[in-house]
């Protein structure tokens, strides 16, 4: 699309590039930091090299929209004892790897695939429903380590809610919302005295399920124009130029323009309803990052006989910093830093042996720049 589209690109960044030394002027910044909060943007980003097209005056910087990278290690550690006692687990691929803190601190076994290489009962399902047939089939008792955003979590509640779960498979929940780590990083830059986020691109696919209007929050509150956009780069590029369009008219507006194709403005009542019912919003521990209120997802009391955590008694401890020694991850999920600003980037840390979480899911921002960036 973007090769049969180039004179359209062309013209898109073109009018980024006259526009932006104009906006930088009229709001007296030194540049226009817009956040992708996605990680699938952020592939769209670096596979096409939108950067590059990019004047000098706009900065594009990743956000937290990598589920696997913000799974709290306490949580893969829980998992991975559940494995050890005899439990089977059943986990998607991108998790399997997964490294623990406590792995480099003590030497414990370090992720679901150490665990299944020391005998685990590790199984990698590509759905929630994939392991409810093979559950139903021999009664082993068993885990779900259940990850993700909006996108996800229906998949999970709409099984509960027709009560297509077996006995014998209990649900670990480590569900996360998108929009209270989107604020916290918008937050963050304002606070530490950076140069602010001068506009969100929202994620697309988490927009189908919560509705485009879930991110009319930034403009209302932080005074930011907001966007959703698609994963196609002219839809990347299109949103740079309505956010600057915003900015240079003196506006912070919500613009849902041409990712409407997917995204309506009120989302996916059928799944809305589902998350409803089968959940409840609960703080929840974003890995680097710590405690972020009302960003998480678990059973409801409706459902609390499937909660792992619950019915194995298993104890939320206070969040305790949790990236391997080196690792950036946090500040490359919060836009503080590029993947290339981490020493251990393409040396200790490869998409083959990944040191830290953003390097091991396609949706890391790590793993993205690592397969598709120009950093040498
Ligand atoms: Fe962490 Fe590896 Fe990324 Fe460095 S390159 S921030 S160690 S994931």
Same mark, same amino acid.
């Given at each position: 699309?973007?090769?049969?589209?180039?004179?359209?690109?062309?013209?898109?960044?073109?009018?980024?590039?006259?526009?932006?030394?104009?906006?930088?002027?009229?709001?007296?910044?030194?540049?226009?930091?817009?956040?992708?909060?996605?990680?699938?943007?952020?592939?769209?980003?670096?596979h096409y090299g939108l950067r590059a097209l990019m004047p000098l005056e706009v900065e594009l910087i990743p956000g937290p929209g990598c589920p696997v990278?913000?799974?709290?290690?306490?949580?893969?550690e829980n998992v991975i004892k559940l494995a050890m006692e005899g439990y089977r687990v059943y986990t998607f691929g991108d998790v399997f790897k997964l490294?623990?803190?406590?792995?480099?601190?003590?030497?414990?076994?370090?992720?679901?695939?150490?665990?299944?290489?020391?005998?685990?009962?590790?199984?990698?399902?590509?759905?929630?429903?994939?392991?409810?047939?093979?559950?139903?089939?021999?009664?082993?008792?068993?885990?779900?380590?259940?990850?993700?955003?909006?996108?996800?979590?229906?998949?999970?509640?709409?099984?509960?809610?027709?009560?297509?779960?077996?006995?014998?498979?209990?649900?670990?929940?480590?569900?996360?919302?998108?929009?209270?780590?989107?604020?916290?990083?918008v937050q963050l830059h304002k606070e530490a005295k950076r140069t602010p986020v001068s506009g969100v691109i929202g994620p697309g696919h988490v927009s189908?399920?919560?509705?485009?209007?879930?991110?009319?929050?930034?403009?209302?509150?932080?005074?930011?124009?907001?966007?959703?956009?698609?994963?196609?780069?002219?839809?990347?590029?299109?949103?740079?130029?309505?956010?600057?369009?915003?900015?240079?008219?003196?506006?912070?507006?919500?613009?849902?323009?041409?990712?409407?194709?997917?995204?309506?403005?009120?989302?996916?009542?059928?799944?809305?309803?589902?998350?409803?019912?089968?959940?409840?919003?609960?703080?929840?521990?974003?890995?680097?990052?710590?405690?972020?209120? *009302?960003?998480? =997802?678990?059973?409801? %009391? #409706?459902?609390?006989? &499937? $909660?792992? *955590?619950?019915? =194995?008694?298993?104890? %939320? #401890?206070?969040?305790? &910093? $949790?990236?391997?020694?080196?690792?950036?991850?946090? %500040?490359?999920?919060?836009?503080?830093?590029?993947?290339?600003?981490?020493?251990?980037?393409?040396?200790?840390?490869?998409?083959?042996?990944?040191?830290?979480?953003?390097?091991?899911?396609?949706?890391?921002?790590?793993?993205?720049?690592?397969?598709?960036?120009?950093?040498?």
């Amino acid at each position: 699309l973007f090769r049969e589209n180039s004179a359209l690109a062309n013209k898109i960044s073109e009018e980024i590039s006259k526009l932006a030394p104009r906006v930088v002027k009229k709001l007296g910044l030194d540049k226009i930091k817009i956040m992708n909060f996605c990680g699938s943007h952020e592939w769209t980003t670096t596979h096409y090299g939108l950067r590059a097209l990019m004047p000098l005056e706009v900065e594009l910087i990743p956000g937290p929209g990598c589920p696997v990278c913000v799974t709290p290690s306490s949580d893969i550690e829980n998992v991975i004892k559940l494995a050890m006692e005899g439990y089977r687990v059943y986990t998607f691929g991108d998790v399997f790897k997964l490294p623990t803190v406590k792995h480099y601190k003590s030497g414990e076994i370090g992720s679901l695939a150490a665990a299944k290489a020391s005998g685990a009962d590790v199984r990698i399902v590509y759905s929630f429903a994939d392991a409810i047939e093979e559950a139903k089939k021999d009664g082993k008792p068993s885990v779900f380590f259940g990850i993700g955003f909006e996108t996800t979590a229906p998949s999970y509640a709409v099984l509960f809610t027709k009560e297509k779960v077996p006995e014998n498979l209990l649900f670990y929940s480590s569900l996360k919302l998108t929009a209270p780590a989107a604020e916290y990083a918008v937050q963050l830059h304002k606070e530490a005295k950076r140069t602010p986020v001068s506009g969100v691109i929202g994620p697309g696919h988490v927009s189908t399920i919560i509705g485009a209007i879930s991110w009319d929050f930034f403009p209302k509150k932080y005074g930011i124009p907001a966007v959703v956009a698609g994963f196609e780069p002219i839809d990347i590029l299109t949103g740079v130029l309505v956010i600057l369009n915003n900015l240079y008219r003196g506006k912070a507006e919500f613009t849902n323009l041409e990712y409407r194709r997917v995204a309506t403005y009120k989302g996916n009542i059928f799944a809305l309803e589902n998350i409803k019912v089968a959940f409840n919003v609960v703080d929840t521990i974003w890995r680097g990052i710590g405690n972020i209120p *009302k960003s998480g =997802l678990t059973l409801s %009391e #409706k459902f609390k006989k &499937y $909660d792992a *955590k619950t019915q =194995l008694g298993i104890k %939320e #401890k206070p969040w305790d &910093y $949790d990236l391997p020694p080196g690792c950036k991850c946090n %500040e490359v999920t919060l836009g503080l830093a590029y993947p290339t600003d981490c020493p251990l980037f393409m040396k200790a840390c490869t998409p083959a042996r990944p040191w830290g979480p953003c390097m091991v899911s396609m949706e890391g921002a790590c793993a993205v720049w690592a397969r598709f960036g120009s950093y040498e």
